[in-house]
Nanobody, 115 residues
Framework: QVQLVESGGGLVQAGGSLRLSCASS????????MGWYRQAPGKQREWVAV???????NYADSVKGRFTISRDNAKNTVYLQMNSLKPEDTAVYYC?????????WGQGTQVTVSS
C-alpha cells in the first residue's frame, strides 16, 4: 500500500508561483509513472503532468511552458512547480502514482488563483 500526501497549495495572485509536493510513504523508484491531476469546481478531474522513472515528462497543453514536474528519489517526493498562474488554474490538485498495476491517489491540495 502506498500513501501519497500532497502539500504546498494555497492562495496566490495571478502571475504568481506555487510549488506542490507529493510525499510517498514508499520509495518512488517502483512507482511509475507519477503525476498530477486537478479538479476544478463543477468539472471533471483532468490530467496535468506526468513523470516516469526514466526521466521523461509530459504536460497538458494548458500548462505546458508554465508548470514543471520533477522527482526527488532520495526524498520519495514528486514536485509540481507552477509559474505564471492563471485564475483558470484554480482547482484541487491531486498526486497520482501507479505501482504494480495499482493506482494510488493523494487527498488533494487546494490551489486558488485570484485575478
Amino acid at each position: 500500500q502506498v500513501q501519497l500526501v500532497e502539500s504546498g497549495g494555497g492562495l496566490v495572485q495571478a502571475g504568481g508561483s506555487l510549488r506542490l509536493s507529493c510525499a510517498s510513504s514508499r520509495s518512488i523508484f517502483s512507482i511509475n509513472p507519477m503525476g498530477w491531476y486537478r479538479q476544478a469546481p463543477g468539472k471533471q478531474r483532468e490530467w496535468v503532468a506526468v513523470s516516469s522513472t526514466g526521466g521523461s515528462t509530459n504536460y497538458a497543453d494548458s500548462v505546458k511552458g508554465r508548470f514543471t514536474i520533477s522527482r526527488d528519489n532520495a526524498k520519495n517526493t514528486v514536485y509540481l512547480q507552477m509559474n505564471s498562474l492563471k485564475p483558470e488554474d484554480t482547482a484541487v490538485y491531486y498526486c497520482n502514482g501507479v505501482e504494480m498495476y495499482r493506482t494510488y491517489w493523494g487527498q488533494g491540495t487546494q490551489v486558488t488563483v485570484s485575478s
